[in-house]
Structure formats: structure tokens, C-alpha cells
């Protein structure tokens, strides 16, 4: 059925109709990538396997159904529609989008919408702390910060949960896994625990 006819539909079951007409491994989600190799490439996710990774975001205890989301990444990345989003919307946390990255105006929003948790690759958390505004915002509502992408220091993550004071969980994921892969959930620059497989 057409989105546009869903959104026309005088009648709830015409989702039901829709959703039942859908499998488990057919495709929800094409994220584009190309690593650092060369050409994107098209990432086909299944409702199956999102359904996984917002269960096991779920469990591990990387999002909860109160949390308010900041969204400071790029949505059509992984980071942003898969490891925030879906588990946000299977849990129906709150989602504030920022539509592009300043490390001041990240803190603001923090203090404005009392965001609990949020990722932040290590670059951004560096700017972040290091931010003119840093020292006068309030951070009281901030639980958790995911980190990831790239190396993380032991010194950055220090500096991050002192200075934050959150929790902070390194991380490891792709698109091609559809989310997180690893995690770390204390302070610690290694790769951490692999996530269990999709069932």
C-alpha cells in the first residue's frame, strides 16, 4: 500500500492490513555507505534484525522507554536511524533532532529538553567538553552518553564521566550489522562485548 494512501486511510485497519502483509525479513531500512573503500553501497536491513537490535538496546540497557534522545548525528547513518531511532521508537522515548552539530548548541539543548542520553563520537564529546558554555549549562538530566566510531582514549572517557557525570559506554557497530555490534558499558577504551545474534 502507498504511504500516501495510509495517510488518506479513514480506517485503522488499513494499517492492520499493511502490517500483516509484511515479513520479518523483508526490507525496512537502506542505509548507504562506503566505509572508507570507495563507492556507497546500499545496506538492506530487515524488520527482523531492528526489531532485534531495539530489543537487545533494550535489555543491555542502552535506552529506556522515559529517555529523551538528543539525535546530534546524521540521520541517514546508522548512528542515527538504527542505534538511536528505532530503539527510541520501539520504546517510545523522546527523540530532539539537531540539525547540525555545534558543540555549544548540543549543551543548550541538553539543559532546554533535559535529554538523558545521547552518542557522541569521540571528536564531538572533545568539543563538547571543550565548549565555551560548558562549565554554566545544565547537565543534571544527562544519565548516558554512547561513544564510538573511532578510538576512544581511556583519558577522553575519563574526563567525560568526571566531568559529566554519566555513564559512559564505548561502543562498536556498522551499518552492514544494523547497530551496535560491541559494547563496553563502563569507562574503557577497548572494543567490549559482542552483542548475541538476531533470532
Known amino acids: 500500500m502507498p504511504f500516501a494512501d495510509l495517510l488518506c486511510a479513514p480506517d485503522a485497519g488499513a494499517l492492520s492490513r ?22 556507497p553501497k546500499g545496506v538492506v536491513l530487515t524488520r527482523r534484525g531492528l526489531a532485534a537490535y531495539a530489543g537487545y538496546a533494550e535489555r543491555v540497557g542502552l535506552f529506556a522507554a522515559g529517555d529523551r ?30 540539525d547540525v552539530f555545534r ?8 539543559e532546554a529538553e533535559r535529554v538523558t542520553c545521547y552518542v557522541a563520537p569521540p571528536t564531538m564529546l572533545t568539543l563538547q567538553l571543550e565548549a565555551e558554555n560548558f562549565e554554566v549549562v545544565d547537565l543534571s538530566s544527562l544519565r548516558h552518553v554512547i561513544t564510538g566510531a573511532a578510538p576512544v582514549a581511556a583519558a577522553l572517557a575519563e574526563r567525560a ?5 554519566v555513564r559512559l559506554t564505548n561502543s562498536y557497530g556498522a551499518t552492514e550489522t544494523g547497530g551496535l555490534v560491541t559494547y563496553v558499558p ?14
Open 18 to 39: 499493511a502490517d500483516a502483509a509484511i515479513e520479518a525479513d523483508d526490507a525496512a531500512l537502506i542505509i548507504y555507505t562506503s566505509g572508507t573503500t570507495g563507492r
Open 69 to 98: 534522545i538528543l539525535l546530534q548525528v546524521p540521520l541517514p547513518t546508522a548512528a542515527g536511524s538504527v542505534i538511536q531511532t528505532v530503539p527510541a521508537i520501539s520504546l517510545g522515548a523522546t527523540l530532539i533532532l539537531l
Open 103 to 110: 558543540a555549544e548548541t548540543s549543551l543548550e539543548l541538553v
Open 161 to 165: 564521566v568526571g566531568k559529566m557525570d
Open 186 to 199: 563502563r569507562v574503557a577504551p577497548s572494543g567490549g562485548q559482542p552483542r548475541p545474534a538476531a533470532s
